[in-house]
C-alpha cells in the first residue's frame, strides 16, 4: 500500500526556533497534502491543504505566516513552524492523497513537537 | 454547531460484546464517509469507507442514513486489540477534498 513517511518523529526545541516538518510520498505522486494538528484527547484539527505548486489554502484562525508549508514537488510537502512557542506544542501530522478519484487518505506517523 | 460530531466515550465493553458508535454530520451536500482507527500518539488508519448501501468488513459494519445525517460503525465479538479511538471522516463537497475528522470515540475492550 501507500507509505507517506514523516520526520523528524519528535522534536524538543526552544522557544523562538523554528521547526521543520518533512512529509514524503514514497510510492505515489501526492498531488494534495494536508497538515493537521491534534492536542491530547482531541480530534486532529485541519491546519491546511497543499497542492503541488501552488500557495497552501489555511484554515480559518490558522496563521500562514508561523506555519508555512511548502509543496514544491509531488512528493514532498514541509511544515515550517516559525519562532516556535510553548502554545505550539502539539502532534502534528500530514496525510497525502494520490491524484485523480482516489479518495483514500494515506497518513504520515506524526511528529510531536514539544516547545520549551 | 460541529461539522462532524461523536460521542467521545469511553465505551468499556468486555471482550466479546458488540458495539455501535454514531456520527452526526451538518453539510447535508457531504460526499463520502470514512472510519478511521487511531491508537494512542500514533497516525489514523483507514477502518473503512461508508457506502449508501451499508458495508461490512468481518466483524465491522458502517451504515449511512443520508436523510438524517449520521453514520455509523458496529462492532462484534469485540477484541482487546480493538481498543483504540475511532475517528468518524467526512469529506468536504464536490471539488473540495476537505475532510473532516470528528473528535473520536474511545473504546476500551475488557479482559
Known amino acids: 500500500g501507500a507509505v507517506v513517511s514523516q520526520h523528524p518523529s519528535r522534536v524538543i526545541c526552544k522557544s523562538g526556533t523554528s521547526v521543520k516538518i518533512e512529509c514524503r510520498s514514497l510510492?505515489?505522486?501526492?498531488?494534495?497534502m494536508f497538515w493537521y494538528r491534534q492536542f491530547p484527547k482531541q480530534s486532529l484539527m485541519l491546519m491546511a491543504t497543499?497542492?503541488?505548486?501552488?500557495?497552501?489554502?489555511?484554515e480559518q484562525g490558522v496563521e500562514k505566516d508561523k506555519f508555512l508549508i511548502n509543496h514544491a514537488s509531488l512528493t514532498l510537502s514541509t511544515l515550517t513552524v516559525t519562532s516556535a512557542h510553548p502554545e505550539d506544542s502539539s502532534f502534528y501530522i500530514c496525510?497525502?492523497?494520490?491524484?485523480?478519484?482516489?479518495?483514500?487518505?494515506?497518513f504520515g506517523s506524526g511528529t510531536q513537537l514539544s516547545v520549551l | 454547531r460541529k461539522e462532524v460530531e461523536q460521542d467521545p466515550g469511553p465505551f468499556n465493553v468486555p471482550e466479546g460484546a458488540t458495539v455501535a458508535f454514531n456520527c452526526t454530520y451538518s453539510n447535508s451536500a457531504s460526499q463520502s464517509f470514512f472510519w478511521y482507527r487511531q491508537d494512542c500518539r500514533k497516525e489514523p488508519k483507514l477502518l473503512m469507507s461508508?457506502?449508501?448501501s451499508g458495508n461490512e468488513d468481518g466483524r465491522f459494519t458502517a451504515q449511512l442514513n443520508r436523510a438524517s445525517q449520521y453514520i455509523s460503525l458496529l462492532i462484534r465479538d469485540s477484541k482487546l486489540s480493538d481498543s483504540a479511538t475511532y475517528l468518524c471522516?467526512?469529506?468536504?463537497?464536490?471539488?473540495?477534498?476537505?475532510?473532516?475528522f470528528g473528535t473520536g470515540t474511545r473504546l476500551k475492550v475488557l479482559a
Open positions: 496525510s497525502a492523497k494520490e491524484g485523480g478519484s482516489n479518495e483514500k487518505l494515506f
Open positions: 510510492d505515489f505522486q501526492a498531488t494534495t
Open positions: 461508508v457506502y449508501s
Open positions: 497543499s497542492n503541488e505548486g501552488s500557495k497552501a489554502t489555511y
Open positions: 471522516v467526512v469529506r468536504g463537497t464536490s471539488g473540495t477534498y476537505k475532510y473532516i
